[in-house]
T-cell receptor
Framework: NAGVTQTPKFQVLKTGQSMTLQCAQD?????MSWYRQDPGMGLRLIHY???????DQGEVPNGYNVSRSTTEDFPLRLLSAAPSQTSVYFC????????????FGNGTRLTVT | EDQVTQSPEALRLQEGESSSLNCSYT??????LFWYRQDPGKGPEFLFT???AGEEKEKERLKATLTKKESFLHITAPKPEDSATYLC???????????FGEGTQLTVNP
């Protein structure tokens, strides 16, 4: 199993550009989520999904959109990138409920100039 | 406000020099506490889950313990390959939020 796969690994955008960060998992996990990691701060939840067709906002959802059409894929869209969105983005999934650990991808490092 | 605080921010040890990392949290109802290891350029990797005060979990040179206000990650006779950032995360009883600490960056010198 590949686990959680994120693409691209690195991306540079100009302010106002849009892009989609891809996330795929092959573990048949119902729960998937997106986090951002910034220096001096803990991982913060952006959006999450508990199954295909179901998404909800996390702690810092502004400026990001998500959709979940399949169990495997959970893309994160930046509609109009801003320098404040410069960060490392992690996708994570888990097998069961709240007691189950998260499985993380290796991240996408995004720079917005 | 529910908070998770890790200390120290950074720790430098000599190989074989045992120490502990701390994760403290505000007491508003803990459902579970997770420890993760993160290597540079990688995503966090799960280590342990602790559910109740007094619980302990061990894996190789690592042992995690939990009290009502904090958790410790004890590292016994560390090796250079234990160098990483260690993250703790708390699952609160109020809703489904998972709050991560900022992490402790551990460096073990040979």
């Amino acid at each position: 199993n590949a686990g959680v796969t994120q693409t691209p690994k690195f991306q540079v955008l100009k302010t106002g550009q849009s892009m989609t960060l891809q996330c795929a998992q092959d573990m048949n996990h119902e729960y998937m989520s997106w986090y951002r990691q910034d220096p001096g701060m803990g991982l913060r939840l952006i959006h999450y999904s508990v199954g295909a067709g179901i998404t909800d906002q996390g702690e810092v959802p502004n400026g990001y959109n998500v959709s979940r059409s399949t169990t495997e894929d959970f893309p994160l869209r930046l509609l109009s990138a801003a320098p404040s969105q410069t960060s490392v983005y992690f996708c994570a999934s888990r097998e069961g409920g709240l007691y189950s650990p998260l499985h993380f991808g290796n991240g996408t490092r995004l720079t917005v100039t | 406000e529910d908070q998770v605080t890790q200390s120290p921010e950074a720790l430098r040890l000599q190989e074989g020099e045992s120490s502990s990392l701390n994760c403290s949290y505000t007491v508003s109802g803990l459902r579970g506490l997770f420890w993760y290891r993160q290597d540079p350029g990688k995503g966090p990797e799960f280590l342990f889950t602790l559910y109740s005060a007094g619980e302990e979990k061990e894996k190789e040179r690592l042992k995690a313990t939990l009290t009502k206000k904090e958790s410790f990650l004890h590292i016994t006779a560390p090796k250079p390959e234990d160098s990483a950032t260690y993250l703790c995360a708390v699952q609160w009883t109020s809703g489904s939020r998972l709050t991560f600490g900022e992490g402790t960056q551990l460096t073990v010198n040979p």
